[in-house]
């Protein structure tokens, strides 16, 4: 996005974001605080962890009815770094991603300083990676980080991925720009390529006075792409379910132009509550676990796009009432007063520049700023928001190493945290951690090991790890 760089967007957190505090900007899979969970090593009897084969499910702990069997976590602290004041690389400016590799070692993105920080087993520091730059190896705008299993690992950035291998040298980069595609909040496959829900498409196109907005050669409905680091072309993996859009014409996007400036305006419809997620997780066999609808149901899509098997439990949606609806109208006036406005609300670019007549066909990335004068983007209002019928069951998912799939409910009637349920990849229910105890976590690790952000009274961000078994 070369023309725009003097572009100020200001970006609202979405409906499902605001529900978890959030403070370090993380793709949608990920904007939560999530504060203490893991992978496990499993002190419970051998019938709770494998259950009958004739047995569906969510009776897979030998309960006919489909309740909740409760385990306690247990948590053994390993270290941890992040310090207000202290040496360079243990000073963290906001760190958006965490992951380990299969030594144990700590991968923190730092997307403040534009660096990697890697931290060893018994948390010691190891190396740092990148920095702010145009070169090789340098960052600018850094988005995203997936590591590999091996240690490699590709750092995301507006316009490339940067790739290195696992002692932190530079292996090249490959284009990834809102042209040709740019996968957001990406996990790694096996075979060293990357997945995403969200890849990120937009296209200029104008003549004269009028500007249209397109999306490129994005697939229909909501993709599930597979991008290569070798190629740095995306194919289609899976389409997901996505909810029947209540009037198609409310998307569509009005924008107007002039002969002197362009000045772009864009209407869109007013925000939409409890609409299901898109969540995806992938097992060490690269099949991808994915969560689509409103009912409880994990599909497990195979590498050539097929539905192999589906992790269920006899949980119901809820159904939206007028006093659902009122208390989550209610939830976001309240995060509208803290300063933490959802989607719904006005949101500006605007560019400051000369006037240089009116505009070509070009693209987002090509656009000069000198161009366009404003953009005004307005979306409804919170009073004008629109409701779904039934609020998903499943808010999120996660795997762990052991390849045990992390499922986080909806909280009651939409509201706050759900419980966790913790299933086999082969559809055995383990049990649930209740909602007020122990959260999924940023990283899950080799042997049991899992990362959590922290942030205290004096906003310093910690990465604290630890060694977790759960115990019915």
């Avoid at 990920?30 to 009897?45: C, E, G, N």
């Avoid at 316009?159 to 291998?165: A, E, K, P, T």
């Avoid at 389409?239 to 859009?245: D, G, I, M, N, V």
């Avoid at 670019?349 to 009116?358: A, E, L, N, R, Y």
Wanted: proline share 7%.
């Amino acid at each position: 996005m070369d023309g725009l760089q003097s572009v100020q967007v200001i970006r609202q957190p979405s409906l499902s974001q605001s529900r978890h505090p959030v403070y370090d900007g993380k793709p949608p899979e990920d904007h939560q605080m999530r504060h203490f969970a893991l992978p496990i090593t499993l002190f419970i009897p051998l019938s709770l962890a494998c259950g009958n084969p004739a047995e569906t499910p969510g009776d897979a702990a030998g309960d006919p009815a489909g309740a909740d069997v409760m385990l306690t976590p247990a948590t053994e602290d390993v270290y941890t770094v992040g310090a207000m004041e202290g040496e360079d690389w243990e000073i963290f400016g906001r760190i958006r991603s965490v992951h380990f590799d299969q030594e144990g070692r700590l991968h923190i993105l730092d997307s403040q300083a534009d660096r990697v920080v890697v931290v060893g087993p018994g948390g010691s520091f190891v190396r740092t990676v990148g920095k702010p730059g145009e070169g090789p190896g340098e960052f600018s705008a850094l988005r995203d980080l997936v590591v590999h299993r091996d240690g490699s690992y590709a750092v995301v950035t507006f316009g490339s991925i940067h790739r290195f291998d696992a002692g932190g040298e530079f292996m090249g980069t490959v284009p990834a720009d809102m042209n040709t595609g740019m996968p957001m909040g990406a996990q790694g496959l096996p075979d060293g390529r990357l997945v995403s829900s969200n890849t990120l498409r937009m296209n200029m196109l104008g003549s004269g006075g009028s500007v249209a907005i397109s999306a490129g050669e994005a697939p229909e409905g909501r993709a599930i792409e597979v991008f290569s680091l070798e190629e740095g072309m995306s194919e289609l993996l899976y389409t997901a379910w996505k909810l029947p859009e209540e009037d198609p014409e409310d998307g569509a996007i009005s924008v107007s132009g002039s002969s002197a400036a362009v000045s772009l305006s864009f209407q869109m419809r007013p925000p939409r509550a409890f609409v299901p997620g898109l969540h995806l997780g992938v097992l060490s066999d690269g099949r991808i676990a994915v969560v689509d609808s409103v009912g409880y149901r994990v599909k497990l899509v195979d590498m050539d796009g097929s539905v192999t098997g589906t992790l269920e439990r006899p949980i119901a949606p809820t159904v939206v009432t007028e006093a659902i609806r009122e208390a989550e109208r209610e939830r976001l006036r309240a995060a509208r007063e803290e300063g933490n406005a959802p989607t719904g609300e006005v949101g500006v670019m605007t560019v400051s520049g000369s006037s240089t007549g009116g505009t070509t066909s070009t693209t987002l990335s090509s656009i000069n700023p000198d161009d366009v004068r404003s953009v005004q983007v307005t979306t409804g209002s919170i009073e004008e928001m629109t409701f779904a019928d039934e609020i998903p069951v499943i808010d999120d998912i996660a795997v762990d190493w052991e390849d045990r799939v992390w499922i986080e409910r909806t909280g009651e009637n939409g509201q706050g945290l759900g419980p966790i349920d913790i299933m086999t990849a082969d559809g055995r229910y383990v049990g649930t951690l209740p909602a007020e105890g122990l959260r999924t976590p940023w990283a899950f690790g080799p042997a049991g090991l899992a990362a959590f952000v922290e942030l205290d009274e004096y906003d310093v961000q910690t990465v604290v790890v630890v060694r977790l078994s759960l115990e019915r």
